[in-house]
């Protein structure tokens, strides 16, 4: 079954010696008085919780998986439905909720370091209550105060989970061709008819109640994405108490069988005539749904760190233990029949890179998760653009290069097993599947490029993309000048200078011709991924230049890693920046005849 532990001293250090948590959450009135102290009891608690309660329904969740009964009614594993009332009994749900419907109103980076938690100990299991969250961000931005005072409070305590309604049979990105339509009724509520598909979370047996975000056309709509908007569809209609009352017409019609997340009901959920009231304006329900897909995004980005943190974890105490083999350079552990594979160079490769990745996607989505605490919460508004438009840009790169090398870290850690690698009974070969469809949901990893490199950077000229790279520029001015640094500042800078070109070769040939942004995006999305995380690499490195003399093997082994990575995972950009460069000709040129 294996095993995890909270990497507890690895996430205080990015909060508190790269971030400085403490002093950023001063200039938010509503957290100025959250000390470090206070952050690490609750992600020590958050651990226990993960490792003790979550993490040992993984592989029996995995094995079971959740079961179609009929009549719309889903089952979950055995023991979900308990660990999610120690969940809602110990208050996770409202973390970093507003205190006014019930909230402990922490930051939203506190809450992202516990959902990196709850993904390494449970994926399929964390999508419930991760679903539900982003339901509470969406109404929180968008509903109407009737909406919020009585959907908000359930949602924040638990009680009720929630789901986004996006996908229909025949489309799924492209939302402008949904069917699904929403006829107004006279006591201004809504029928909603039609039928969705691959509803994460969609229906269980965890909560008394679960509340559906639902795109659908109005009669009067207009053709495309213009003409849709977002209702709420609760399973249970409210009654004047606010407690459910009549079944409404929303119902699973079955499960999908899927490949891997086997403890997450992923359903079709139909819709006949069921009641429903309109979330924002009508014909903007696209805008309003943004808040929630983009923060599945980031959820999917907290999947992708989890899974490449418990796939090392895993991993690593294998190399120890597995004997195979001596060293090239003689053995290691001579008293024992073999060496522990550890000692073997590509083993060391496998390990360093899944270390190397999860702690640069940690420093990165963290301090993601602060920016969003900034855009939200801080009392300067130049700085709360400032994030907003940061969080723009790196959202897809958060999801994208995230779920790539957690795919590439989990088939990492099955090939260190070896055959007992897809022997499901060791684990690995869950951590593979289910890390294989971060990759696809929530927008495929091509979409999530086209947004990068179409939307957010050659859709505002680059104004959003100068706003990281001045501080890419500036950390390479102050340290470019000290010996010790430059085998992290030089690469940085040189990835910085050959993105900058890139940008404006691919922006060029773009104005001639449209597909060149299809044909570059994918590379050139894993190529800005490198400079994210080639940045947040070098920063970290600083701080453990600064501190090794103070002994802690902790700093000489982040020395190592960030050794590790510009020598060995750095590198691939010469490979997708040349693949960038290619362009579309290759591609579009060939006949469909010839394929």
Not at 40 to 64: R, T, W
Not at 515 to 544: C, K, N, Q
Request: proline letters at 5%; charged letters at 20%.
């Amino acid at each position: 079954m294996g095993q995890y532990a909270a990497p507890l001293r690895d996430m205080q250090f990015v909060l508190h010696e790269l971030l400085n948590v403490e002093a950023e959450i001063s200039q938010m009135p509503k957290h100025a008085d959250l000390d470090a102290d206070t952050i690490n009891a609750v992600l020590e608690e958050a651990g226990k919780f993960c490792s003790e309660v979550l993490f040992p329904l993984n592989h029996s969740g995995d094995q079971e998986g959740c079961t179609y009964a009929g009549d719309g009614v889903v089952t979950t594993p055995k023991g979900f439905k308990e660990a999610y009332q120690q969940y809602v009994e110990a208050g996770w749900p409202a973390l970093g909720c507003d205190p006014e419907y019930g909230g402990q109103g922490l930051p939203a980076f506190v809450n992202n370091a516990l959902y990196e938690m709850l993904n390494s100990a449970n994926q399929a299991w964390t999508m419930y209550p991760g679903l539900s969250h982003g339901a509470y961000e969406c109404l929180h931005a968008h509903g109407t105060p009737e909406l919020q005072q009585r959907y908000l409070p359930k949602l924040v305590a638990g009680v009720w989970t929630g789901t986004m309604c996006l996908t229909e049979p025949h489309c799924g990105t492209d939302l402008g061709i949904l069917r699904t339509r929403a006829e107004p009724t006279s006591d201004g509520s809504y029928a909603i008819s039609g039928t969705k598909i691959f509803i994460s979370s969609g229906e269980h047996d965890l909560a008394e109640n679960i509340v559906h975000l639902v795109l659908a056309r109005l009669p009067d709509a207009p053709k495309g994405t213009k003409g849709i908007s977002l209702f709420i569809v609760p399973k249970f209609v409210p009654n004047e108490a606010g407690e459910p009352g009549e079944r409404n017409g929303v119902k699973c019609g079955s499960i999908e069988h899927k490949m891997g997340i086997h403890g997450n009901a992923t359903c079709v959920i139909n819709l006949d005539n069921a009641k429903g009231w309109l979330v924002g304006e009508p014909n903007k329900g696209l805008n309003a749904m943004f808040v929630m897909m983009n923060a599945a995004r980031l959820g999917v980005g907290m999947q992708s760190l989890g899974l490449t943190e418990v796939a090392y974890q895993n991993s690593l105490t294998y190399a120890k233990e597995r004997l195979q083999m001596r060293s090239l350079t003689g053995p290691k552990a001579p008293e024992k029949a073999a060496d522990p594979i550890i000692v073997h160079p590509d083993v060391r490769r496998m390990l360093l890179t899944q270390k190397a990745y999860a702690e640069g996607a940690r420093a990165f989505s963290y301090w993601s998760a602060l920016h969003i605490d900034k855009e939200l919460s801080h009392g300067d508004e130049a700085v709360r653009k400032e994030a907003a438009d940061l969080v723009a840009l790196l959202t897809p790169i958060l999801k994208a290069f995230l779920s790539d090398n957690a795919f590439e870290s989990t088939n990492h850690a099955m090939q260190i097993y070896g055959g007992h690698g897809f022997i499901a009974e060791w684990g690995m070969e869950q951590y593979v599947r289910d890390a294989r469809i971060n990759m696809i949901y929530e927008g495929t990893n091509a979409i999530q490029a086209l947004d990068l490199l179409g939307r957010k950077i050659l859709g505002d000229m680059g104004a959003k993309m100068k706003k990281f790279g001045k501080l890419v520029t500036e950390f390479v001015e102050a340290e470019g000048i000290k010996p010790e640094m430059q085998e992290f500042v030089n690469p940085l800078a040189d990835i910085g200078d050959k993105v900058q070109k890139l940008t404006m070769e691919i922006g060029m040939k773009a104005m001639q011709n449209p597909d060149e942004v299809g044909a570059a995006a994918v590379p050139y999305l894993r190529t800005v991924g490198h400079l994210v995380f080639s940045y947040f690499w070098a920063r970290m490195a600083r701080i453990a230049l600064d501190k090794q003399a103070s002994g802690d093997p902790f700093y000489k082994a982040k020395l190592a890693t960030a050794r590790f990575y510009f020598a060995k995972l750095l590198p691939e950009t010469a490979m997708t920046i040349r693949q960038a460069r290619a362009g579309s000709k290759s591609l579009m040129d060939v006949e469909e005849a010839l394929f």
